[in-house]
């Protein structure tokens, strides 16, 4: 294995065995120092960052476009394998550098911000599972193995919404989350599948595979899926706002920086496909647009600091699906690059957003211009009206997918429950006798 | 065929029949005389399947026992599986779970399981299926009357077709009619035995529209032994063990009927979950829909499907046990049955138990680094394959299961911040023991799951043959 292919190896893998070792001395029951926790994951993403320069410094040094590390496979079955190899190329690297640089940073900004939480090593371990996932995905050199990092990040953001488990308004946004991010998630695995199908492999370390038009544009859709719903876009939007619930630190780099980038990475890494394919290339691009003028409109009527950056967040992200659908690459690249470094410090400071504005309105000599009109100039009255109502709605998105989706869901269920309990009479005798089988003494309602 | 080097499934057998008649009869001790017999149990598994390993994953014949029982790659994993899920049961039971009876019975199921998994004779085969399920039929692990029915109904339908197939046997003049190994290619019995089989299988496995026993077992039953009964898996084995072998080219033509009807089990129970209230009920319509993912994956007559299916097998029985094993001790804690109906907020008192919870819920669903991931990786492309159309209902059943799961663990341990509540201790070392084994195991396979795919890949592959190419297997080319 050549010094490159170990640092890349080193950078992914590092985070992984912190977040296990601290796991495991957690579950033995080790009450972990706040000081020790802060200088690890310092000392881990500051060699990190280290790790990474000096890689993409010696790859434009030698002219090399691309590292591959093939590390077999994980499992074969027949013909069928599960290839374990990280790729660090021109489109990897600064996504690595961008999660190694905020992981620290947000490790040293959590130190002061949640100091004597109950839940600071909770965080901490959960930060490191998630920059393990992270780099998974953007050093993946397959499509399986993005599935990987894709279902750490998802649920380590979902456990991080839920950071504040003893409030009902996190618990619930979390469930929304896992619930969209579950569903949009068939899409990878569907799509992980096809490539299988369609090209006998899902790896792209040596290129991604050639396929036909048909092939490519069920692919590129069924990625666009999944792209759409971990980077909340239309019509997945709604459960951006709620998943502010979390710590703002860790709302910072998901929702500000590396998770809500993750689905315009992988549309950016199936960019052959998608060039392939007009039809899923369109679609990237009006789902982007969608996107962008949701995110406008909604993020104005938002009332707190949060919402309002995951809006204005939101639109960002769309403009970059935009760019990936017109089949730019280094467009989209920077404008990932330098929105997630504006919108984490934007969400860093959100809490101190008074403060913030106090200064600055008191360096302009208490006169600062008010913004922000001319949107609603441009259209007349009556419609001004009807966008406010949509907006203060937010889309009515949330309202489509529930009625159309979740109620039936559930009305279906509640149906099916009462199919199976046809022919039990009434189910009270079953569970008379279960109260004196098990043991348990039955209390009624539970209380709340 | 070459033999063990000692009567170690009459001894893994024997063992926990012994300790059932010690833990009867002293009702102090019960607890240790069962953890005495599973611990036998399994060390005389372990040699079984270091044995078969060692031979190359060849069938190897029991010494001085009269053909009863065989040991390969197909059965030697599930007899370790089953010895260690019951120790681990024994171990982590609540005290009031450990009486007696229940600990009596529980080892005679284990030992009745055995023989099944050991049989290589349909006689015994038919009384081990039939003896494991007594308890759950006439007491004392008797629930609702779905259960008792469904189960009755299984044993009725494979005495039937053992009784039709071993009259067949003898008709057309086989001179070893009860050996399941000579029996094999050879189609006795026909249609008949073949539709019995299945019937069996179905009310075994839980399957549309036999499934609702289900649901009533865990709900009204001793929940520990449920889910140790439910995680024999006897419908799959059955399947894999005689209907595949023996009917090859009726199951290849019934196949894709009956793995739409699994992948149907799958999504109905996960639809079925996602609005359903009870706890005990939730998590039993989470084995059901996974249970079926594994007939579907068997079904599916390919490699990969199959190897999928034996491998969830072994993920469904450890997550499972851990999932029940925790909501278990969580009933005792707080002397209460659960619903989601409410937030609870227990994982300010349960933190351990809790990650315990958690961890095995999304292991069962696939979580990346656990052995569900491979092997729900290996079951969606199985069932794609063979399925393009509704093989998609299974990445959208564990999708939907997922949710369910998440919500049972959010209403349990998060969404409120309780008071008032003294003395409840987090996970004692007994059990902490005991669930750490479970999660280390789930994640060390996940992170190494070559291991297990080894493992199962010879009994794979003899199902994937006999079922993609009967005509070659019954030739033997």
Redo the contacts between chains.
């Keep these: 294995m050549t010094q490159l292919q170990l640092i890349l190896l080193g950078v992914v893998l590092t985070p992984g065995v912190v977040f296990a070792l601290f796991s495991i001395l957690w579950?033995l029951g080790w009450d972990a120092p706040e000081r020790s926790l802060t200088r690890i994951t310092a000392v881990v993403y500051s060699a990190a960052t280290a790790a990474v320069a000096w890689m993409a410094w010696s790859m434009h040094m030698a002219g090399v476009e691309s590292v591959a590390v093939p590390l077999g496979?994980?499992?074969?079955?027949?013909d069928?394998h599960?290839p374990l190899v990280l790729l660090g190329d021109r489109l990897a690297l600064p996504f690595l550098a961008l999660t190694v640089i905020l992981v620290g940073l947000i490790g040293q900004f959590s130190a002061t911000y949640l100091h004597r939480d109950p839940g600071f090593a909770r965080f901490y371990i959960l930060l490191h599972l998630f920059a393990f996932g992270a780099l998974l995905i953007f050093s993946a050199g397959s499509f399986?193995l993005i599935?990987?990092?894709w279902?750490?990040v998802g649920?380590t953001s979902?456990l991080l919404i839920?950071f504040f488990?003893?409030?009902?308004g996190p618990?619930?946004g979390?469930?929304r989350v896992?619930?969209v991010y579950?569903?949009c998630?068939?899409g990878l695995?569907?799509a992980a599948?096809a490539m299988?199908?369609y090209a006998h492999t899902s790896s792209f370390a040596d290129g991604m595979p050639h396929l036909s038009n048909s092939d490519a544009t069920v692919i590129g859709l069924l990625l666009l899926l999944s792209a759409a719903g971990k980077s909340a876009q239309v019509p997945f939007s709604g459960w951006l706002p709620r998943a502010m619930e979390g710590p703002t630190p860790s709302s910072a780099i998901f929702y500000g920086a590396i998770s809500v980038h993750a689905g315009a990475y992988l549309l950016l890494r199936a960019q052959p496909i998608l060039i392939e394919s007009p039809i899923a290339s369109g679609a990237v691009v009006l789902i982007g647009l969608m996107t962008a003028v949701h995110g406008t409109i909604v993020g104005r009527t938002c009332a707190d600091a949060k919402t309002s950056l995951a809006y204005a967040a939101l639109a960002q992200v769309g403009v970059v699906f935009m760019e990936i659908g017109f089949g730019w690459t280094w467009v989209p690249i920077m404008h990932i690059l330098g929105h997630a470094m504006v919108r984490t410090l934007q969400f860093l400071r959100a809490p101190s957003m008074l403060h913030d504005y106090h200064q600055v309105h008191a360096a302009a000599g208490g006169h600062l211009e008010k913004t922000g009109k001319h949107l609603e100039s441009m259209f007349p009255q009556s419609m001004q009206l009807w966008i406010y109502r949509l907006a203060m709605d937010r889309g009515h998105l949330d309202t489509i997918l529930e009625r159309g989706f979740v109620e039936p869901?559930?009305a279906?269920?509640?149906l099916?429950?009462k199919l199976?309990r046809m022919?039990?009479g009434t189910a009270e005798?079953?569970?008379k006798?279960?109260v004196l089988?098990?043991?348990?003494?039955?209390?009624g309602?539970?209380?709340? | 065929m070459a033999d063990l080097s000692f009567p170690l499934i009459t001894a893994a057998i024997g063992i926990p029949a012994v300790a059932a008649v010690a833990a009867f009869t002293n009702n102090a001790r019960a607890r240790m005389a069962g953890v005495a017999g599973a611990v036998g149990a399994s060390l005389c598994s372990l040699e079984i399947l270091r044995e078969v390993s060692a031979a190359g994953n060849a069938k190897l014949a029991e010494p001085w026992s009269l053909g009863l029982f065989t040991a390969d790659n197909l059965n030697a994993t599930f007899l370790v599986l089953y010895s260690l899920l019951t120790l681990g049961i024994l171990i982590l039971a609540p005290r009031r779970d450990t009486s007696a009876k229940i600990t009596g019975t529980t080892l005679l199921v284990l030992a009745a399981t055995l023989s099944a998994y050991g049989a290589d004779n349909l006689i015994v085969l038919a009384a081990a299926w039939i003896l494991s399920a007594l308890p759950f039929i006439a007491g004392p692990f008797t629930g609702s009357w779905r259960p008792r029915a469904g189960l009755a109904a299984s044993c009725i339908a494979l005495v039937g077709a053992i009784s039709i197939i071993v009259s067949a046997a003898q008709a057309g003049g086989d001179t070893q009619p009860f050996s399941i190994a000579s029996l094999a290619g050879h189609n006795y019995g026909g249609q008949a035995a073949f539709a019995l089989l299945i019937v069996a299988i179905v009310c075994r496995k839980g399957i549309f529209p036999a499934h609702a026993w289900i649901e009533d077992a865990a709900e009204a039953g001793p929940v520990l032994p449920v889910c140790l009964f439910i995680n024999g898996h006897f419908g799959a084995f059955l399947l894999a063990r005689v209907v595949i072998p023996d009917f090859p080219l009726s199951a290849q033509g019934t196949f894709p009927i009956l793995s739409d009807l699994a992948l149907f089990t799958a999504v109905y129970a996960a639809i079925r979950a996602v609005a359903e209230t009870r706890a005990r009920r939730i998590l039993a319509l989470l084995v059901l829909s996974q249970s079926a993912c594994i007939l579907a994956g068997l079904e599916s007559a390919t490699q990969e499907g199959v190897t999928g299916a034996l491998v969830h097998c072994v993920v469904v029985a450890v997550a499972t046990t851990g999932l029940f094993g925790v909501l278990r001790l969580m009933e005792v804690r707080f002397n209460r049955s659960f619903t989601t109906e409410h937030y609870l907020g227990f994982s300010e008192y349960t933190p351990r138990l809790a990650v315990f919870f958690v961890v095995c819920g999304l292991a069962l669903v696939g979580l990346p680094g656990t052995l569900g991931f491979c092997s729900e990786d290996l079951l969606i492309h199985g069932t794609l394959i063979s399925h393009p159309q509704v093989g998609l209902l299974l990445p959208m059943a564990t999708a939907m299961n997922a949710v369910s799961l998440f919500r049972l663990f959010s209403r349990m341990f998060t969404g409120t911040q309780r008071t008032g509540i003294q003395g409840i201790a987090d996970a004692v070392p007994r059990e902490r023991w005991v669930l750490a084994a479970i999660v280390f195991f789930i994640v060390a396979a996940g992170m190494m799951p070559n291991v297990a795919v080894a493992l199962r890949a010879n009994a794979a592959h003899e199902i994937s043959q006999a079922l993609g190419h009967p005509v070659a297997f019954l030739t033997g080319h």
């Design positions: 579950l496979d994980w499992f074969t079955v027949h069928y599960f399986d599935i990987g990092g279902e750490m649920i979902v839920s488990h003893y409030r009902l618990v619930d979390a469930m896992f619930t579950r569903a998630d068939i695995i569907t599948f299988h199908h869901l559930l279906l269920s509640r099916l429950a199976d022919g039990l005798p079953a569970e006798q279960a089988l098990r043991g348990v003494k039955e209390e309602a539970i209380d709340g």
